[in-house]
């Protein structure tokens, strides 16, 4: 009895620890995944289970009506001094899913030379430990080109950031906001900015039928030694839905001025 006992809780041991085994760093993949789907959970659950593995969730937004964005943040993220020190988690009750943003998509277009596969292992592995089983999405697009990313010839490179004007102190501006969700401090002094917009300013994506993406919001700004500086829309949209056609693309033609529209009303 005692040997079917020890050998039950090895199989549960296996079982339990399968998620954790997923990841698989070892080999270089062709293509990542733009982001991780799960089952669905109730926030307040979620939230505990973030702060147990240990992440820090700065702001909590319903970016379209029944659909719920949480920004979290860890040491190893923070570490990289970039845009990916954040990452959005979206609870769509809508559709019943969870869908966060991979690490590993966003670290190879950001950090450029600066980041290898295997780099956010730490980081996944809790996301895992919270979220339970996690799903690859049907978005992906080709590890060696990420860094490259452009939509199409004559459109921005990640390096095209679009710089934002402050009327004084944009350190002041952003604690003196209504417009800002969340900022993060970042190991090399660099404060890293989310924009609150409204949701009638968020329906671009009902627009072009992205609804289950709305994790690409909120939109991020960067100050650094006093001067702000976005990511150029018609680079992040582009990137965050690869398989985004020009169709659609001409249907929000007018979303990266009102982006950046959105984001001066911080700085003013």
Do not use: C, W
Request: charged share 25%.
């Amino acid at each position: 009895m005692g040997k079917v006992i020890t050998t039950l809780m090895g199989v549960l041991f296996f079982f339990n620890n399968l998620a954790v085994a997923e990841f698989n760093f070892d080999t270089l993949p062709e293509k990542l995944t733009t982001y991780y789907s799960s089952a669905i959970q109730p926030i307040d659950a979620l939230k505990r289970k973030l702060r147990e593995n240990d992440f820090e969730v700065l702001s909590t937004i319903e970016v379209l009506e029944g659909e719920i964005v949480l920004t979290i943040t860890n040491n190893e993220l923070k570490s990289t001094n970039s845009y990916v020190a954040t990452l959005q988690l979206l609870v769509n009750t809508v559709n019943s899913e969870i869908r966060v943003q991979n690490p590993s998509y966003f670290g190879a277009a950001y950090l450029q030379d600066k980041y290898y596969y295997g780099q956010f292992k730490e980081t996944l592995v809790s996301l895992e430990n919270v979220l339970g089983e996690m799903s690859e999405v049907e978005e992906s697009y080709d590890l060696k080109e990420l860094p490259q990313f452009q939509f199409m010839y004559g459109l921005p490179f990640f390096k095209d950031s679009i710089r934002i004007k402050s009327k004084g102190n944009p350190l002041i501006k952003v604690r003196e906001s209504e417009y800002v969700a969340y900022s993060l401090r970042l190991p090399n002094g660099s404060l890293l900015v989310g924009h609150r917009f409204s949701r009638r300013n968020n329906t671009f994506l009902k627009t072009i039928k992205e609804e289950k993406n709305a994790q690409l919001l909120p939109y991020e700004s960067m100050i650094e030694e006093g001067r702000v500086s976005i990511l150029n829309p018609k680079y992040y949209l582009a990137l965050s839905l690869p398989f985004l056609d020009l169709a659609k693309f001409m249907k929000i033609a007018t979303a990266p001025d009102t982006i950046k529209r959105e984001i001066s009303k911080t700085y003013r």
